[in-house]
């Protein structure tokens, strides 16, 4: 059992889930008004017989919840977002915005990481795609990890980050700092909200400006999202490459264009097709995750980003990826394997150099 993430006065408030709070094999608390609560559990959500006393109560217990992260809760509060001593994330959300609330979710902290080792032991990716991407960490290619909601993209992001050496300067840049990575010279930043009077804001933006300023040797965003793509993509194009970032998508090329898309929000006047080659150019392999129906995660493709083709769009290979067989009728788990699809990357002859043992079927 995990230490308490919360204050024992806040933990009594807290009652009808306490035992969540402290069970580790729990990652997430969803809370939908005083009658509905949920969890995640082995990936996969399961909806309790857990409620509140009523409606009262659950604002109490939010309340007690915000004065202990430092928030002050006013009849113009309509939400929290805070981060718990422990790392563990809480966000409410009060009416009118809840309609049906309020509302509140927390998301645990692991104490216990997973390595890449595990990961390929629960199948969610095997030992030739992991010697490839320790090849392309090490070759200093730009990396995007792409998927949607609690695929595990944070996760991934920060297991590769472990491939980079040990002698290299790495500067991460976050909304909340969930990154751990287990290297000596690592400088975090952490973005700022505003104050009440709208002053004081930090943004993603703003630090990446700052950090192209602190000799990085890589630069890794935790996730991308808006205007600040632009200047990532700039920064991976003059010099500063082996950088990676996470973002929401459903494909490869789907990366690609919501990397596009975002990019254009940053306010710069740019053609599009200047943006498409600056994320085309930039980008070298996108890694897409999955959350699958079971509720594990897999590496459902790595994918080479190519230079646009003749009508300006993109263009991208798959090196590897999976292909599922069916459902186990015994486990309910989805049965597949991952595939090499015989394309070798264009980058193929720098990943030779670089000394790293890389898959038999790729060198041959």
């Given at each position: 059992?995990?230490?308490?993430?919360?204050?024992?006065?806040?933990?009594?408030?807290?009652?009808?889930?306490?035992?969540?709070?402290?069970?580790?094999?729990?990652?997430?608390?969803m809370i939908n008004g005083h009658e509905n609560i949920y969890i995640e559990k082995g990936g996969k959500l399961h909806k309790t017989d857990r409620r509140f006393h009523n409606e009262a109560a659950l604002i109490a217990a939010m309340r007690n919840v915000g004065q202990f992260t430092g928030r002050q809760i006013t009849p113009l509060t309509h939400q929290i977002d805070a981060r718990l001593p422990d790392q563990s994330r809480v966000q409410i959300l009060f009416k009118?915005?809840?309609?049906?609330?309020?509302?509140?979710?927390?998301?645990?902290?692991?104490?216990?990481?997973?390595?890449?080792?595990?990961?390929?032991?629960y199948g969610s990716l095997n030992h030739d795609m992991y010697k490839l991407i320790r090849s392309c960490v090490g070759v200093h290619k730009n990396i995007v990890v792409s998927g949607g909601t609690s695929s595990g993209k944070?996760?991934?992001?920060?297991?590769?980050?472990?491939?980079?050496?040990?002698?290299?300067?790495?500067?991460?840049?976050?909304?909340?700092c969930e990154l751990q990575i287990g290297k000596d010279h690592v400088v975090t930043m952490e973005t700022r909200k505003p104050d009440p009077h709208g002053r004081g804001e930090v943004t993603i933006r703003d630090l990446l400006v700052i950090s192209l300023r602190m000799r990085p040797d890589r630069?890794?965003?935790?996730?991308?999202?808006?205007?600040?793509?632009?200047?990532?993509?700039?920064?991976?194009?003059?010099?500063?490459?082996?950088?990676?970032?996470?973002?929401?998508?459903?494909?490869?090329k789907d990366a690609l264009s919501r990397m596009e898309t975002m990019a254009l929000m940053s306010g710069v006047d740019m053609p599009l097709v200047a943006v498409r080659s600056q994320v085309a150019s930039a980008i070298?392999?996108?890694?897409?995750?999955?959350?699958?129906?079971?509720?594990?995660?897999?590496?459902?493709?790595?994918?080479?980003?190519?230079?646009?083709?003749?009508?300006?769009?993109?263009?991208?290979?798959?090196?590897?990826?999976?292909?599922?067989?069916?459902?186990?009728?015994?486990?309910?788990?989805?049965?597949?394997?991952?595939?090499?699809?015989?394309?070798?990357?264009?980058?193929?002859?720098?990943?030779?150099?670089?000394?790293?043992?890389l898959p038999e079927k790729m060198a041959s």
């Amino acid at each position: 059992m995990s230490k308490p993430i919360f204050s024992e006065t806040v933990l009594q408030f807290m009652a009808p889930i306490r035992d969540y709070l402290e069970d580790d094999a729990i990652s997430e608390i969803m809370i939908n008004g005083h009658e509905n609560i949920y969890i995640e559990k082995g990936g996969k959500l399961h909806k309790t017989d857990r409620r509140f006393h009523n409606e009262a109560a659950l604002i109490a217990a939010m309340r007690n919840v915000g004065q202990f992260t430092g928030r002050q809760i006013t009849p113009l509060t309509h939400q929290i977002d805070a981060r718990l001593p422990d790392q563990s994330r809480v966000q409410i959300l009060f009416k009118p915005c809840a309609n049906t609330g309020p509302y509140m979710a927390i998301r645990k902290f692991l104490n216990k990481l997973l390595s890449l080792e595990d990961l390929i032991t629960y199948g969610s990716l095997n030992h030739d795609m992991y010697k490839l991407i320790r090849s392309c960490v090490g070759v200093h290619k730009n990396i995007v990890v792409s998927g949607g909601t609690s695929s595990g993209k944070t996760t991934f992001l920060n297991l590769i980050s472990g491939f980079i050496d040990d002698q290299e300067r790495i500067i991460t840049i976050e909304d909340v700092c969930e990154l751990q990575i287990g290297k000596d010279h690592v400088v975090t930043m952490e973005t700022r909200k505003p104050d009440p009077h709208g002053r004081g804001e930090v943004t993603i933006r703003d630090l990446l400006v700052i950090s192209l300023r602190m000799r990085p040797d890589r630069i890794i965003i935790g996730e991308c999202r808006a205007g600040e793509t632009l200047d990532m993509l700039q920064a991976m194009n003059t010099g500063h490459s082996g950088s990676m970032t996470t973002l929401h998508a459903n494909s490869a090329k789907d990366a690609l264009s919501r990397m596009e898309t975002m990019a254009l929000m940053s306010g710069v006047d740019m053609p599009l097709v200047a943006v498409r080659s600056q994320v085309a150019s930039a980008i070298s392999m996108v890694i897409q995750i999955s959350r699958m129906g079971d509720g594990s995660r897999k590496v459902i493709d790595i994918a080479e980003v190519l230079d646009l083709d003749a009508d300006g769009n993109y263009q991208t290979r798959s090196i590897y990826n999976y292909k599922a067989h069916g459902r186990n009728e015994e486990s309910g788990k989805i049965e597949g394997e991952h595939l090499y699809t015989g394309y070798q990357p264009s980058f193929m002859h720098d990943l030779e150099l670089s000394g790293f043992e890389l898959p038999e079927k790729m060198a041959s």
